[in-house]
């Protein structure tokens, strides 16, 4: 087993190395080249613009059930030869449950209560798995805040921006409240 470092259209990704069997220049190519294109591109949460048509053929399986989804899904990332090698069924199967699924976005969505719009801070299994996969790098998303005071999912890269961000809301709203009570409280004063 060698340790590679794959190009896609030219790019050399530096931060992902996988196990894989000896692979011949010529090997990888069409499908089985974006299988492996779309592996790689899916453990990072950087993804340049060479991973476009890999992740293009990715995200276009979609069939009527999300189980049956996730089954095709995983079918093609099956299609690199890599996905044999020690922890390579795992980062695959993690992919296939969480790629698209676990951004800030979508978890804001998936977590949202529609009663009271609070945003759940409990993360689904499927993305804990996806996140913290020993294959994966900067994909983690942090909750920022407290759950009843607005709190909401956000990229861990722009984290310390997003808290402060979310705490000057919170000490505006708390600046109106007092305000607000002193208003009201003056009325009775008189």
């Not at 979609?62 to 899904?73: C, G, I, L, P, Q």
Request: charged residues 20%; neutral net charge; hydrophobic residues 35%.
């Amino acid at each position: 087993m060698k340790q590679f470092k794959i190009f896609i259209a030219g790019t050399l990704f530096t931060a992902l190395t996988f196990p894989i069997p000896q692979v011949t220049a010529g090997q990888l190519t069409g499908t089985t080249a974006l299988s492996c294109e779309a592996i790689l591109c899916l453990s990072s949460g950087v993804r340049p613009g060479e991973c476009s048509p890999s992740l293009s053929h990715y995200f276009g399986i979609k069939k009527r059930k999300w189980s049956d989804t996730v089954s095709a899904r995983l079918d093609f990332l099956s299609m690199c030869p890599v996905v044999s090698e020690s922890g390579m069924p795992s980062l695959v199967n993690a992919i296939a449950r969480g790629a698209g699924r676990c951004d800030a976005d979508q978890l804001n969505q998936l977590l949202r209560d529609p009663e009271s719009g609070i945003v759940s801070s409990a993360k689904p299994a499927y993305c804990v798995a996806y996140e913290n996969h020993e294959w994966t790098i900067d994909m983690t998303t942090k909750y920022v805040g407290t759950p009843k005071q607005g709190g909401f999912c956000g990229e861990e890269a722009n984290y310390a921006k997003a808290l402060a961000e979310w705490e000057e809301r919170q000490a505006e709203l708390e600046r109106v409240r007092v305000e607000q009570e002193g208003s009201w409280l003056s009325r009775f004063a008189r």
